[in-house]
């Protein structure tokens, strides 16, 4: 099973970016399927993440109201809308999956799967 992470890029402040993640079949459908991301010097961190077995949703604080997570089940896909991005959001994000949702879905070491990394940056 693969994931395929594409859609970072370079925004000024304030902008808005779209983050897909392709799971190369339905093994994560109701899982989990989320982002982390890792800015340079810094842990990895949870930004966003979906349940499939319920489709619900969490976020970091800092993202909430910003950024969105939603879902193709057809495609196999999630995405991440991110708007009104800042500096601090800056950093290589990664989506991350699991067959079975766990309940700290926050860590990262409880993911399985990792997709490769996608760089958003984020100028002032």
């Known amino acids: 099973v693969q994931l395929q992470a594409s859609g970072g890029g370079f925004v000024q402040a304030g902008g808005s970016l779209r983050i897909s993640c392709a799971a190369s079949?339905?093994?994560?459908?109701?899982?989990?399927m989320g982002w982390f991301r890792q800015a340079p010097g810094k842990e990895r961190e949870f930004v966003a993440a979906?349940?499939?077995?319920?489709?619900?949703?969490y976020y970091l604080d800092s993202v909430k109201g910003r950024f969105t997570l939603s879902r193709d089940n057809a495609k196999n896909t999630v995405y991440l809308q991110m708007n009104d991005l800042k500096p601090e959001d800056t950093a290589v994000y990664y989506c991350?999956?699991?067959?079975?949702?766990?309940?700290?879905?926050?860590?990262?070491?409880?993911?399985?799967?990792w997709g490769q990394g996608t760089l958003v940056t984020v100028s002032s």
């Open positions: 991350a999956a699991r067959p079975v949702w766990h309940i700290n879905y926050y860590n990262p070491s409880n993911y399985n799967y």
């Open positions: 079949d339905r093994t994560f459908s109701r899982g989990a």
């Open positions: 979906i349940r499939g077995d319920a489709n619900t949703k």
